[in-house]
């Protein structure tokens, strides 16, 4: 098992551009999260998905920011315009009823 | 106020140095709890489930204290493998939310 696999690892763009974070769960888990991490925040949830419907994006910092899950092993998280204050580590995690969290590597945006 | 709690640290222990983590939740509807573990520049991993009578896994000990709504981690015996940081994680179950509310973590360095 290839475990939750997320695109790009680094990611440095200029602040007005769109970003798209990309990310494939495990095969067979039918949720998954995106998370942002900065060192003043610590982990945050960002919106999560089941059976690829959004269920609670509550955390999801404004308009700037939108998800998709179109299919079971595809989903993306968007950023458009990026700001600076967007720079963290985003991270990925996917589950099922059966089985906790397991988390991508993560993607290190910053955004200057 | 944070719904999940964590002293800081950093715990700069021994080897071979009991330590103790602490943890405070907000949230009386919390039913699930955790403690994952995060190495520098890597994504969190489970660590631990805690449950209600205390459990052991190895040199780690998990406690609840529903009633103080308190969790805390022991590690026994420290190893430099064991510098990390600690996650205390929490998840709620009044609203069927089933994504996991992480603390900000406590550092811990094991020095030789």
């Known amino acids: 098992d290839a475990g939750v696999i997320q695109s790009p690892r680094h ?18 888990h039918d949720y998954l999260f995106w998370y942002r991490q900065t060192m003043m925040r610590g982990l945050e949830l960002l919106i999560y998905f089941n059976n690829n419907v959004p269920i609670d994006d ?16 595809f989903s993306t998280l968007k950023i458009q ?17 059966t089985f906790g969290y397991t988390f991508g590597s993560g993607t290190r945006l910053t955004v200057v | 106020r944070k719904e999940v709690e964590q002293d800081p640290g950093p715990f700069n222990v021994p080897e071979g ?3 103790a983590f602490n943890c405070t939740y907000s949230n009386s509807a919390s039913q699930s709890f955790f403690w994952y573990r995060q190495d520098c520049r890597k994504e969190p991993k489970l660590l631990m489930s805690v449950y209600s009578s205390g459990n052991e896994d190895g040199r780690f000990t998990a406690q609840l ?9 022991l590690i026994r015996d420290s190893k430099l493998s064991d510098s990390a940081t600690y996650l205390c994680v929490v998840r709620r179950m009044d609203t069927g939310r089933r994504a996991l509310t992480f603390g900000s973590g ?7």
């Open chain 1, 11 to 28: 990611e440095v763009t200029e602040m007005g551009q769109e970003v798209t974070l990309r990310c494939k769960p495990i095969s067979g």
């Open chain 1, 58 to 73: 509550s955390g999801m910092p404004e308009d700037r920011f939108s998800a998709k899950m179109p299919n079971a092993s």
């Open chain 1, 81 to 97: 315009p990026s700001e600076p204050r967007d720079s963290a580590v985003y991270f990925c995690a996917s589950s099922s009823a």
């Open chain 2, 17 to 19: 140095a009991t330590v």
């Open chain 2, 65 to 73: 204290n529903r009633a103080s709504q308190y969790i805390s981690l």
């Open chain 2, 106 to 112: 406590t550092r811990l360095q094991v020095q030789p």
